[in-house]
């Protein structure tokens, strides 16, 4: 009875076995002329990666709003023209745009309005008595403020004009009205302080604040360096702005340490020094607006125009903003085109991979993104096929399916070269081991019934 039992479960397995195809189909690439399609099979190469990136494809583009800044075109009405700026905001470009201020020759130091001088002079002889008074007088009030009218008073002499003046011109003044009022001096004039030529700096400096132009030239490293230094996190987006005469001059900061010639930029008075962190205009365009206030904008009628800019700049962001999120959603609900590309056979998850927009896809990127990728266990890695149709209707049952050998891990870099086109498809077939697995897994339950029917008989 055992006997014929078990040759009905070997009877009944050779049957099953013999039926798989009809039990089992494999998806594969045959090529030839298959169900009225007419298959070619390349393998990817590198000769022939170029010949299938010659297609014609221009990935599509993503909205306007996603290119546009809100603070572009337009001015302030009745405010006169804005500076120049240093560059057009755009959206983290790979580098920093630089802009250099044009080389100044300022000229030997000239004598301004709050500078504070003073009269030098021998501590012994004639010329100390002749000059007691002057200087008795200097010591109490801390050497000669020059005052807003640019003259200096001195007791017993009277005001002296000295703004405007080098400390040449200034000293050969005062010698002559020091003679005219019958003393014949003998002393050297000084500037005691430096009040009336500023440089302002802030941003991302240890202590910001203004440096005085003094007799010696004063250099942007040197007034960085006397403002504690720039304190920044990343220096590919951050940038020294120099505001002059109405103009913005923008220096990237990892260029300026590279340079000297850029350390070594002079300064004049009225410049404004601002250290921008970040590559959006958002912290450095609140400090120039107050240096331009400072000096232009006196009147009642610009500042309203600075607040007409500033909401007009507020009503374009909001649109902007509102045109990108109304994009997105319908995009998420598929009411915008979009092109794919499919993924079947032995793959992570089959389905289907958006192409990027503005920019093209190669093989490998959709075959390793997110939690897709090539199963080692059951896909066969010599057989990557990417199917892409004909684009001629006279030939439109034709398909080329463009093999990669992975086999040979070097081949993988082909994957990065081969470019992926709308509507390709991506098929890995499996391994051979694969295909009997399956088979086995779906007659065993067939062999166990027949050998259940045939011991109850």
């Avoid at 057009?88 to 630089?98: H, I, T, Y």
């Avoid at 005691?192 to 910001?208: L, T």
């Amino acid at each position: 009875m055992k006997t014929k039992v078990r040759l009905a479960i070997l009877t009944g397995a050779a049957l099953l076995l013999a039926g798989c195809g009809a039990i089992y189909e494999s998806p594969a690439v045959l090529p030839g002329s298959a169900a009225g399609a007419k298959v070619r099979v390349v393998p990817i190469t590198p000769e022939s990666a170029l010949v299938a990136n010659r297609s014609s494809y221009t990935p599509r583009a993503l909205p306007a709003a996603f290119s546009q800044v809100a603070g572009g075109g337009g001015g302030l009405r009745g405010a006169g023209a804005l500076p120049e700026p240093a560059f057009q905001p755009q959206s983290r470009p790979a580098e920093l745009e630089l802009r250099v201020p044009p080389p100044v020759q300022p000229g030997p130091y000239r004598i301004g309005v709050s500078d504070v001088v003073l009269l030098a002079t021998p501590q012994s002889g004639t010329t100390v008595s002749e000059l007691s008074g002057l200087l008795a007088a200097q010591n109490r009030r801390q050497g000669y403020t020059v005052q807003d009218d640019g003259a200096i008073a001195i007791p017993d002499v009277g005001r002296i004009p000295v703004a405007g003046l080098t400390l040449e011109e200034a000293e050969a003044l005062v010698f002559q009205r020091l003679v005219e009022n019958q003393i014949d001096p003998e002393f050297s004039l000084e500037i005691a302080e430096f009040n009336s030529r500023k440089v302002s700096i802030g941003g991302a400096v240890a202590k910001p604040g203004v440096a005085p132009i003094t007799l010696r030239p004063l250099y942007l490293d040197e007034a960085l360096a006397g403002a504690g230094g720039v304190s920044v996190a990343d220096r590919d987006y951050a940038s020294v702005r120099i505001y002059r005469d109405g103009t913005l001059y923008q220096i990237p900061l990892t260029q300026l340490y590279a340079r000297d010639g850029l350390r070594r930029i002079q300064l004049v008075a009225g410049d404004s020094v601002f250290v921008d962190t970040a590559y959006e205009l958002d912290q450095a365009s609140a400090y120039f607006q107050e240096q331009i206030r400072l000096a232009e904008f006196r009147q009642g009628a610009r500042n309203a125009a600075l607040n007409e800019l500033q909401a007009e700049v507020s009503l374009r962001r909001a649109a902007l903003q509102e045109a990108r999120q109304n994009f997105t959603s319908r995009l998420e609900l598929g009411a915008e085109k979009r092109d794919y590309v499919y993924l079947a056979g032995e793959v992570g998850q089959q389905g289907r991979f958006p192409l990027p927009y503005n920019q093209r896809a190669s093989l490998a990127d959709a075959l390793y993104d997110e939690a897709r990728g090539v199963p080692t266990e059951t896909g066969n890695v010599a057989r990557i096929y990417v199917l892409r149709g004909s684009s001629d209707p006279r030939d439109f049952d034709a398909i080329t399916a463009w093999q990669l050998d992975a086999s040979n891990a070097a081949n993988l870099l082909l994957a990065t070269r081969f470019e992926l086109r709308p509507n390709d498809v991506i098929f890995v077939a499996e391994q051979p081991v694969t295909a009997w697995n399956r088979v086995i897994r779906q007659i065993i339950p067939s062999l166990i019934t027949t050998g259940v029917g045939s011991v109850t008989r």
